[in-house]
């Protein structure tokens, strides 16, 4: 018989290697998907706060440019990923095939309303990093429309103002804040759009926890039916 520390040991050891056997995979996952958000976070921040391309309009918005466009990029990639763990048919299919998936790839299959909620408040926090941003860009571009026109804020959100001209400052008419925020929030697609899918964004979450979800299972059913609606509106809000 070995000695009881070397028991604890080889016991640790067997634990720890069937852990790494049965949750390898997962960790690989969690870890690729971390690294796409964080580089793609990276790149477009750096893209939107040093490219050439978009000098005015940081001159204009300021370094709030790059930290609206920055989560914008994750979000795409997230809300691509979102569906995937929830479509029932493809999750079937790769269960059903041992051409294409081991017994451990399967297990992990199983794991697919856990990886969707790690994406779901992944998109939850992109959308509060996004949404704020914007408020500053709305209220420097308000500001700006409203200056007259001694500063470069103010000079390039005068372009547009005669005919054949394009604009930079999406702030078109000159009303002072907060009612040219709102004026901007919802006569514009791109905030109008943001904002339902905002909205329906807020309602999905909050109709997902556990306390909702036990007690009053249509709400959380029905409210997650607003995919719909905000997938359609992540669309037109992007064209926007």
């Not at 479509?87 to 399967?106: D, E, I, K, P, T």
Request: charged share 15%.
């Amino acid at each position: 018989l070995l000695p009881q520390r070397e028991q604890s040991q080889l016991f640790s050891t067997v634990i720890m290697g069937n852990w790494v056997v049965n949750e390898g995979l997962s960790i690989f996952v969690i870890f690729v998907w971390l690294g796409l958000n964080v580089f793609l976070f990276t790149w477009y921040y750096f893209v939107y706060d040093l490219d050439d391309k978009y000098f005015y309009t940081r001159q204009l918005l300021g370094p709030f440019l790059a930290w609206a466009r920055a989560p914008a990029a994750c979000l795409n990639f997230n809300c691509m990923l979102i569906l995937l763990p929830v479509c029932r048919n493809l999750l079937s299919f790769l269960r059903g095939s041992s051409a294409c998936c081991s017994v451990r790839v399967r297990r992990q299959l199983d794991r697919n309303l856990t990886f969707h909620k790690l994406v779901a408040w992944m998109i939850a926090l992109h959308t509060t990093i996004h949404t704020i941003a914007h408020l500053f860009n709305v209220e420097k571009s308000v500001n700006a429309r409203n200056e007259n026109k001694t500063t470069i804020q103010s000079i390039l959100s005068h372009l547009g103002d005669t005919e054949n001209e394009t604009y930079l400052n999406f702030a078109r008419k000159k009303l002072p804040n907060p009612e040219g925020g709102l004026y901007v929030a919802f006569t514009t697609l791109a905030g109008l759009s943001g904002v339902i899918i905002t909205l329906c964004l807020i309602l999905i979450i909050t109709s997902s926890t556990k306390t909702i979800r036990r007690s009053y299972f249509e709400v959380f059913w029905f409210t997650h039916h607003l995919f719909v609606i905000f997938f359609v509106g992540l669309v037109i809000h992007g064209v926007g």
